[in-house]
T-cell receptor, first 112, second 114 residues
């Protein structure tokens, strides 16, 4: 599969623990996006990278959240001191310039 | 910021009938309107999109219309089939400073009854 890959697919963690998710975009895509999706809702934009530069962060992205894309290829999203409200599907997407985004299958986070 | 409203939230149609999903957006600067289909437990997949310089676009059984003046756009699925059953999301996006932020609607769960 040469699409967008996300790892892990599922993560169960205890409240207060830190978690890190990884996204590998389509290789030639220079733009990478993170979204959060809760049950019954549409994806909510979290942050966006163009190459290695993080160009926008949503107000949803509290100081417990941090995202990186160090070499302009894969990206990581870290959540520190997880809370039950962080339980959601975290989706990564990538695109080439301003063209259509391709989504990954997501990482489902459950905070217990 | 942009606000996208979508309705209905659920829609049941008989196989072979048409389905229409409507969305409105708030920011007149939005210029790109994609539609995504998401099956249960799977990723959103782009099914059709339209740019603000076009009023209508069709791809086989799927068509999208855009009314910029009224700031609304619609998805039309004709001759529905059971495999069309999924959640459909509209979205609006604007290019600004070289990037585009996509705002999604809340989704329409479409059920096609065989």
């Amino acid at each position: 599969d040469t699409g967008v890959s996300q790892d892990p697919r599922h993560k169960i963690t205890k409240r207060g623990q830190n978690v890190t998710f990884r996204c590998d975009p389509i290789s030639e895509h220079n733009r990478l996006y993170w979204y959060r999706q809760t049950l019954g809702q549409g994806p909510e934009f979290l942050t966006y990278f163009q190459n290695e530069a993080q160009l926008e962060k949503s107000r949803l992205l509290s100081d417990r959240f941090s995202a990186e894309r160090p070499k302009g290829s894969f990206s990581t999203l870290e959540i520190q001191r997880t809370e039950q409200g962080d339980s959601a599907m975290y989706l990564c997407a990538s695109s080439l310039d301003r063209r259509r985004e391709t989504f990954g299958s997501g990482t489902r986070l459950t905070v217990v | 910021g942009e606000n996208v409203e979508q309705h209905p939230s659920t829609l049941s149609v008989q196989e072979g009938d048409s389905a229409v999903i409507k969305c409105t957006y708030s920011d007149s600067a939005s210029n790109y309107f994609p539609w995504y289909k998401q099956e249960l437990g799977k990723r959103p997949q782009l099914i059709i999109d339209i740019r603000s310089n076009v009023g209508e676009k069709k791809d086989q059984r799927i068509a999208v219309t855009l009314n910029k003046t009224a700031k609304h756009f619609s998805l039309h699925i004709t001759e529905t089939q059971p495999e069309d059953s999924a959640v459909y999301f509209c979205a609006a996006s604007m290019g600004s400073g070289g990037y585009q932020k996509v705002t999604f609607g809340t989704g329409t769960k479409l059920q096609v009854i065989p």
